[in-house]
């Protein structure tokens, strides 16, 4: 029989019921503390705190197009008065860019309930993924400053399409992007990834505690309301009715503005090419009021040049242009040129948006494809005669002078297949850079003129 417990003063101690715990030292006290630290519920049950994840992601990138719109609108302030005004105008361009911003999250945030059931790795994934997303949606805000500045528009597909692609504007990446355009490039999407770190934070925490699913939902709708009445401002607005307003165009949201022309091709029949019609054309230009072969030749043949030279200017407006009647005396020797032995067309089209389309369209008289390819480069040996070809025939000897560089876009490659016998560049000419773009025209036209003096007879 086993022995029975006695207290000190030898007295046998009552036996414990079932299911009863001793007293242990402390026990009682943390449960107290659990209960009350938690009265809403058991102890050791933690209320869950709000997930600020997707509100701050809309923060950082928000503020990222603030930046932007910052940058790019004039601050021309003199007194309250005008501050004032310069603050609703802020308010009216940087309004999209807090939509999109706003949205993107709302769909992003969406997206993950519907994730929820998957296993977990799939939900943190997502999540990641979104923090790239807005990451670089947040140094596309910043980048689309340069190119507004260019374009006075935001890109779309089409547009990149005019100037060949993105490939195209990296040899001038450095005019338009100085030091402090690349800190902030950089700086944009370093805040968007440390957003969702920074909101656990205590200091933030305890910030963003009031504001729960309710709140949110709440910003976000006065967010969607205060952009339509931005919007509608801007629409009804006399003063900012004249669509080359600076603060009308930058009023846009880059993202949107790409996204939406992206949109806009895939609903094409054939996506991500250039449709264009011709049904409503002026062609009164290309009609002549007598057959082309009552015309007489534009100079008589014993007057006909011995050698053929063709200078091509780019990026030159009419309106700059002497010979065309500009009022700047811009080309006084042409001018002379033109009034003693020479011919002035007036209506001159041109025939693309870009260099390497146009050097096509001059030497071959042929339209390049309406995309971004380019024929000069993805096919050199396109089987269209080009001018060197019939020149060389005919016994002269061909050269294409350039103060750039004919191996961008290997137009290199196009021009020595079809006729071209000497090609003169900035390449090998280092001390003679002005800019990304090559050397000086005066350097490139000394270089022709010791060309032609070498047999000035072909």
């Known amino acids: 029989m086993p022995a029975q417990e006695c207290d000190l003063a030898g007295r046998p101690r009552p036996a414990l019921a079932v299911g009863h715990r001793p007293y242990q030292q402390g026990s009682d006290d943390q449960a107290a503390q659990a209960v009350r630290a938690h009265p809403s519920g058991k102890a050791g049950q933690r209320k869950s705190a709000p997930d600020h994840f997707w509100l701050a992601l809309a923060i950082s990138l928000s503020l990222a197009g603030l930046v932007a719109k910052l940058i790019l609108l004039p601050f021309p302030v003199s007194s309250a008065g005008e501050f004032v005004r310069w603050l609703l105008r802020l308010g009216l361009v940087v309004s999209p860019d807090l939509c999109f911003a706003v949205g993107l999250a709302t769909v992003c945030w969406l997206i993950s309930l519907r994730l929820g059931?998957?296993?977990g790795f799939v939900s943190r994934a997502w999540r990641w993924g979104c923090v790239g997303l807005f990451a670089f949606c947040a140094m596309y805000s910043i980048a689309s400053v340069p190119m507004f500045k260019v374009t006075k528009v935001p890109f779309t597909v089409r547009l990149l399409s005019f100037v060949g692609g993105p490939e195209v504007m990296v040899s001038?990446?450095?005019?338009?992007?100085?030091?402090?355009?690349?800190a902030l490039l950089l700086a944009a999407p370093l805040v968007v990834m440390l957003s969702p770190w920074a909101v656990r934070r205590n200091r933030f925490a305890r910030l963003l505690s009031p504001v729960g699913p309710k709140c949110v939902a709440a910003l976000a709708a006065g967010v969607a309301v205060g952009g339509g009445i931005c919007e509608r401002y801007v629409q009804v607005r006399a003063d900012w009715a004249d669509p080359n307003r600076w603060e009308r165009r930058i009023a846009q949201s880059p993202h949107w503005v790409f996204v939406a022309s992206c949109l806009t091709e895939l609903a094409k029949e054939k996506p991500f090419t250039q449709n264009f019609s011709f049904d409503e054309i002026d062609d009164s230009d290309f009609r002549h009021s007598r057959p082309a072969a009552a015309l007489p030749p534009l100079l008589p043949a014993k007057q006909r040049p011995k050698n053929v030279v063709v200078i091509v200017l780019e990026s030159i407006a009419a309106e700059y242009f002497g010979v065309q009647g500009s009022r700047f005396d811009t080309t006084p020797h042409l001018n002379r040129l033109a009034a003693e032995q020479g011919v002035v067309f007036d209506n001159v089209y041109s025939q693309a948006a870009?260099?390497?389309?146009?050097?096509?369209?001059?030497?071959s008289s042929v339209y390049d494809r309406p995309d971004w390819l380019l024929i000069v480069r993805d096919h050199p040996l396109f089987d269209v005669p080009a001018l060197p070809q019939v020149l060389k025939q005919k016994g002269y000897r061909t050269c294409y002078a350039h103060s750039g560089y004919w191996g961008w876009q290997r137009r290199q490659d196009y021009l020595r297949e079809h006729g071209v016998d000497e090609l003169i560049d900035a390449t090998g000419r280092p001390g003679d850079k002005v800019n990304s773009w090559g050397i000086g025209d005066r350097t490139m036209f000394a270089d022709i003129l010791a060309w032609i003096d070498t047999n000035p007879d072909r």
Do not use: D, Q
Not at 172 to 182: I, Q, R
Not at 354 to 363: G, M, Q, R
């Open 117 to 119: 059931r998957w296993p």
């Open 172 to 182: 001038s990446a450095g005019e338009y992007f100085p030091p402090g355009t690349v």
């Open 354 to 363: 870009s260099s390497c389309k146009s050097l096509l369209a001059i030497s």
